[in-house]
Antibody, heavy 120, light 113 residues
Framework: EVQLVESGGGLVKPGGSLRLSCAAS????????MSWVRQAPGKGLEWVSS????????YYADSVKGRFTISRDNAKNSLYLQMNSLRAEDTAVYYC?????????????WGQGTLVTVSS | DIVVTQSPDSLAVSLGEKATINCKSS????????????LAWYQQRPGQPPKLLIY???TRESGVPDRFSGSGSGTNFTLTINSLQAEDVAVYYC?????????FGQGTKVEIK
C-alpha cells in the first residue's frame, strides 16, 4: 500500500522558518519526481515545488522562489521542504505528492497533508 | 501561466442522476506530437486529500469506478459522473500539466439534491 506521511507543520510567526518532511513507502520512491502542493484554508490547490527522481532538476512556483527549498533523500525514502521568510499567505495544508511525467505532470499519490499556520 | 476555469462553481444532483463539470484552459493543452491532452481530474472529499481520478483527459486511474469519465480536447474538457452516489459528494478539480507551472481550476463542489 502506498503511503505518504507529512510532518513538521505548525504555528510560526511571519518571517520564521519551518521544515516539512514526507516519509514515503509502498512504491519505488527513488524512481519518481516528487512535489509539494498546498491548499489555503477553504481555497483551491496550488503547486509549490517539484524535484526530479535524482534531484537533477528542481522547480518552484514564483510565489515561493527564493524562500523555499525542496530536497530529497532517496536512501531514506524522504522528501523535504525548507520554508524560510514565511508570510501569512503561506498558511495552508501542504501535501506531498508523487508526480507522473516531467517536468510538469499530474499527481498520482497524495499524503494526508500537514497544516502550516503563519501568524503573529 | 495557463489559466484553468471550471464551471459551475457548485451543483446539486439527485442520487442516480448525472453530474457534468466543465473545465476550460486559456491555451490549447493538446500536444500534437503524441496527440495527448495534458489534463487531469481530482476528487477531494471533505477532510481528505485530493485523489487522482483521470489523466490524459480521459484515462481513468486504476480503481476509479467507471461511472467517472473524462472527455474533451484542446481547450474544453468535461468530467461526467453517471449515476451519482452519496460517496461522490466532493469538490472536483481539473489540472493542466501542458506547461509550467501546472495549474488547477478553482474547483466545483458537487452535492446531493
Amino acid at each position: 500500500e502506498v503511503q505518504l506521511v507529512e510532518s513538521g507543520g505548525g504555528l510560526v510567526k511571519p518571517g520564521g522558518s519551518l521544515r516539512l518532511s514526507c516519509a514515503a513507502s509502498g512504491f519505488f520512491f527513488s524512481g519518481y519526481t516528487m512535489s509539494w502542493v498546498r491548499q489555503a484554508p477553504g481555497k483551491g490547490l496550488e503547486w509549490v515545488s517539484s524535484i526530479f527522481f535524482d534531484s537533477s532538476y528542481i522547480y518552484y512556483a514564483d510565489s515561493v522562489k527564493g524562500r523555499f527549498t525542496i530536497s530529497r533523500d532517496n536512501a531514506k525514502n524522504s522528501l523535504y521542504l525548507q520554508m524560510n521568510s514565511l508570510r501569512a499567505e503561506d498558511t495552508a495544508v501542504y501535501y506531498c505528492a508523487s508526480m507522473v511525467t516531467n517536468p510538469t505532470g499530474f499527481f498520482q499519490y497524495w499524503g494526508q497533508g500537514t497544516l502550516v499556520t503563519v501568524s503573529s | 501561466d495557463i489559466v484553468v476555469t471550471q464551471s459551475p462553481d457548485s451543483l446539486a444532483v439527485s442520487l442516480g442522476e448525472k453530474a457534468t463539470i466543465n473545465c476550460k484552459s486559456s491555451q490549447n493543452i493538446l500536444y500534437r506530437s503524441n496527440n495527448q491532452n495534458y489534463l487531469a481530474w481530482y476528487q477531494q472529499r471533505p477532510g481528505q486529500p485530493p485523489k487522482l481520478l483521470i489523466y490524459w483527459a480521459s484515462t481513468r486511474e486504476s480503481g476509479v469506478p467507471d461511472r467517472f469519465s473524462g472527455s474533451g480536447s484542446g481547450t474544453n474538457f468535461t468530467l461526467t459522473i453517471n449515476s451519482l452516489q452519496a460517496e461522490d459528494v466532493a469538490v472536483y478539480y481539473c489540472q493542466q500539466y501542458y506547461d509550467a507551472p501546472q495549474t488547477f481550476g478553482q474547483g466545483t463542489k458537487v452535492e446531493i439534491k
